[in-house]
């Protein structure tokens, strides 16, 4: 833990501002996607054409010599991912939460690149890392999931997904 | 004339509330296709200031598809296209089935 802290420490030092707009231009291309596809197909679109790309995605880390994500259940990813998003240096902390209701909240605290990106991409969108867990969250509760937009700060995001509990199981 | 496939989608609720295909459509993507095809239309009538959807006709080589409105849900219905048929009739026969799809109790409202 001391020395991943160390090192987020020395990259915060070393990396030129330029890293952070260029991050940022990468939010925004991500957001006007996003933002796009919920504008003219709906949040129906984003789910339906976002969500089975990142779940296929996530089964590549083996292939670059990474510890899998893919858990048994959502707790277990959620574990895996947070443990991998830190791993990155990316954030200092992360939470994914289960509410009472069955809604999920996840957080980015610290994230190295939040200050900059929101800044660039404007605060409209959601967190990338959310969209991959709530995508995850569709895969292990095998219900319809909903993404708000994220609450996007300087120092990271919070984004609310909704998993349809009531609603019939998705293939 | 009988419909081949049928799914209502709510507007509120932004989902697929009710669906009844034949297998070879009825992936959650083939499905979720016709409540992103509500939301694109709704997008091109408030572009061009067309107001609010009453219905929609498409008439492809094989198919027909129809797509009807009533308050905030919209059904979109399959048929097949064996004879040539004036618009205002599949208009009219997607209404009905309408009706009797929303006194099915499973339909949330």
Known sequence: ?171 | MSAEGIILFDEIQEKTVFAEVPPEFSSTRQIALGGMFVNMAKRLSHEFKAGSINSVVISCEEKLICISKREHQFIIVLYPKNENIEDSTIIQKTSEIFDNILKNDKIKN
């Open chain 1, 1 to 171: 833990m001391i020395v991943i802290g160390l090192k987020r420490k020395l990259l915060d030092r070393m990396m030129p501002k330029e890293f952070g707009f260029v991050s940022g231009l990468f939010h925004t291309g991500v957001f006007t996607l996003q933002s796009g596809i919920d504008e003219t197909l709906g949040k129906i679109g984003m789910s339906e054409y976002i969500f089975p790309a990142i779940k296929e995605s996530m089964e590549t880390t083996e292939q670059l010599g990474i510890e899998p994500v893919v858990g048994e259940n959502i707790e277990d990813f959620g574990k895996r991912f947070i443990k991998l998003l830190k791993s990155s240096l990316l954030v200092e902390n992360a939470s994914l939460k289960k509410k009472e209701d069955g809604s999920y909240v996840f957080s980015l605290n610290n994230c190295f690149m939040a200050k900059s990106a929101h800044t660039v991409a404007g605060t409209k969108g959601v967190c990338p890392m959310a969209m991959v867990t709530a995508a995850m969250i569709e895969k292990y509760t095998k219900k319809e999931v909903m993404v708000e937009y994220s609450n996007l700060t300087p120092k990271g995001s919070v984004t609310n997904i909704i998993a349809d509990i009531t609603g019939p199981n998705k293939e």
